[in-house]
């Protein structure tokens, strides 16, 4: 059962992020008693609401599949309340207290959680409330923030600074939620507990990492958010960087957060800015047949913006390890399919003694349909000698198939509950990262790359498989078909 009794404070609770993923987590963490029956939690955002009109609002997104599910549901709205006020005002902050310590007499809880689903523009008003009005040296005090966490490497500093006048880093959860995915925690297992992977990880088998983020929808309306950040910073810095260093970092000493943190800004600190060449932005267009609006079109989006929706970026990690081994990121918008996955080239055979061979490649698929298979050359059965490529295959619905895999942002509250930061960002890693960004970004946004423009619903912009072959990824010689593809 729940190891911790907390209070937990969902702030921006009328907002989207709220609705869709922070509510639905903690009802799938209460429905499975990772959370104390005892921990109430706070609702607190502008909008005005009433119990029954919260209540409507947190569970639009729970899924009840059947009459147990029903039932945890009004258990789970029973511990659930909400406060309005405004983001910077004391007073409105000091009612919160009240209400916090209202529950805190029935539930007994001696720990608090502020879960931040906030606007950047109300962050730092909103920490600074919180500090002052609802902060007590003798209550564990926890914060979950989410990103933005700045623009670039300017504002991300500025932002740590203000957030670290306030609260300690011990009590900063950044949240990336990639990091909660099932096979994205896996990485570290499978590197690091199997010899024969362990022994091949490195720039003296693998000829290059290809890692890829597709996804089928547009901006939707939220073209003028989007249009800010642009796919670099929405997807790239952060889920895909995060992939990266966890395919990229040395084992750490222990698995303590620290341990692990440290060598995530080792590795990333070893990776120069990104290059103007190794660099294509793409940007969509209607769909063909014309139906389906293009990312222009969207009337909150600036007339004429040259916002990447879609990014292919090559690094490179200049260490032992990886020297010379291209890190192809791709990510895009308005494609094809919805796919996340990680995909580890080898090198040809040396000297074969074989035509018509293909490279080994480890394929880790991070979603939809978890699942990891290694590509590799077999005999085809049969008389004669040819070669065939074939699998090995770990798919998790059919391995697996009785277990449920948790939504990242479920083990991600969990483990911010346990006090366990080794999956959340850290300040330094995050300076990391945005010093690889900052300069290209830069160049971005002073609209000096023009944005291939992509139909939407393709497989994206015209030059990526070029791009993709410049760093030495090669397609398979042989036709082959991965049973399991769900396209
Ligand atoms: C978010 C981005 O961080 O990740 C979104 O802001 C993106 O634009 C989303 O759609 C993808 O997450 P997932 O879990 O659906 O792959």
Known sequence: DAKH?????????????????????????????????????????????????????VSKFIKVKNEEDKAALSRFLSVCSYQSGQYDHDGDFQELEKHIERVEKISGAKERLFYMALPPSVFIPVAACLKKNNYRQDVVTRLIVEKPFGMDLDSSRKLAKEL???????????????????????????????????????????DNIQITFKEKIGTQGRGGYFDEFGIIRDVMQNHLLQILTLVAMEPPVTLSSEDVRDEKVKVLRFIPPIAKEDILLGQYTKSEDGKEPGYLDDSTVPRGSKTPTYAAATLFIHNERWAG??????????????????????????????????????????????????????????????????????????????????????SLILDALNGDQSNFVRDDE????????TPILKTIDEGEIDPIPYALGSRGPEGVSEFVAKYGYTREQQQYVWPQHSE
């Open 164 to 206: 670290g006048a306030l609260f300690k880093e011990e009590e900063i959860y950044r949240i990336d939620h990639y990091l909660g995915k099932e096979m994205v925690k896996n990485l570290m297992i499978l590197r690091f507990a199997n010899v024969i992977f362990g022994s091949v990880w490195n720039r003296h088998s693998i």
């Open 430 to 437: 995050l300076d990391a990262a945005w010093k690889i960004f």
């Open 325 to 410: 081994v291209p890190f192809v990121l791709k990510c895009g918008k308005a494609l094809d399919q919805q796919k996340t996955e990680i995909r580890i080239q080898f090198k040809d055979v040396p000297g074969s003694i074989f035509t018509n061979l293909s490279r080994n490649e480890i394929v880790i698929r991070v979603q939809p349909g978890e699942a990891l298979y290694v590509k590799m050359m077999n005999k085809e059965p049969g008389l004669g000698m040819k070669t065939i490529i074939s699998d090995l295959d770990l798919s998790y619905s059919s391995r697996f198939n009785s277990s449920v895999i948790p939504e990242a942002y479920e």
């Open 5 to 57: 009794l907390y209070t937990i404070v969902v702030l921006g609770a009328s907002g989207d992020l709220a609705k869709k993923k922070t509510f639905p987590a903690l009802f799938g963490l209460f429905k499975n008693r990772y959370l104390s029956r005892n921990t109430r939690i706070i609702g607190y955002a502008r909008t005005k609401m009433d119990q029954t009109s919260f209540e409507g609002h």
